[in-house]
């Protein structure tokens, strides 16, 4: 089980899975427009269609709700077999991929909303911050280390610190797109073509600083 797995998996069999992805649906939208104090539990139960009894049988606060719905989140955009490690697969193209999902994940307006609503200072951002990067960014970075390291076994890659490293390769994947996008420019400004660019130049940077070299 990896880390995503065993985070995401309750203590039981969910009560009703139908209810509860209506709750997190709920969630997943208002979160972003309201953000975390202007989203009350009443309105997350009138837009799932259950009682609010019902959210509470599923998610004991908003707080675990609001956690679950980024972890959420990221499982749709980058799922676990995005990790999964080919051996005789290229590299270059897996590294792609990744960064295609998670590029897609944090340019959605969601993320955007989000990290907007966390660099405002409304409420309590200091926990709400430490709540988004627990449940989204950090099991990311986890996952893609495990995916560094396998690869690393396999010879494929040759990389010193594997937690700074792939730290490293989202930073270089947000690049300035993201940057001028918080910044208030709309996502559809960026044509295709330039984003692919982006990406292909920051995998292939990643590349040249890990791919083993003789008498490295």
């Not at 990790?83 to 990744?98: P, Y």
């Not at 208030?184 to 044509?191: W, Y």
């Amino acid at each position: 089980m990896n880390a995503r797995s065993a985070r995401s998996a309750g203590p039981g069999r969910p009560k009703d899975l139908e209810k509860r992805a209506a709750i997190l649906a709920a969630a997943k939208h208002l979160f972003p427009v309201h953000g975390f104090e202007g989203t009350s539990m009443d309105a997350i139960a009138a837009l799932a269609n259950v009682s609010k009894l019902t959210v509470y049988s599923h998610f004991k606060d908003k707080e675990s709700l609001f956690t679950e719905a980024i972890r959420e989140k990221c499982m749709e955009q980058m799922p676990e077999e995005l990790f999964d490690v080919a051996v005789d697969g290229c590299i270059r193209e897996q590294l792609l991929a990744i960064a295609r999902a998670f590029f897609r994940l944090i340019t959605s307006e969601e993320s955007i909303s989000l990290l907007r609503l966390l660099a405002s200072g409304a409420g309590d951002t200091r926990k709400l911050g430490q709540m988004f990067w627990t449940a989204g960014a950090q099991l990311i970075q986890e996952e893609f280390a495990g995916f560094l390291r396998r690869k690393m076994e396999v010879g494929q890659l040759a990389i010193v610190d594997v937690e700074r490293s792939a730290s490293q390769f989202f930073c270089l994947v947000k690049g300035e797109l993201h940057a001028r996008q918080l910044c208030g420019f709309c996502a559809s400004e960026f044509s295709e073509a330039e984003i692919d660019a982006h990406l292909k130049a920051s995998v292939d940077f990643f590349l040249r600083a890990c791919t083993p070299r003789a008498g490295r």
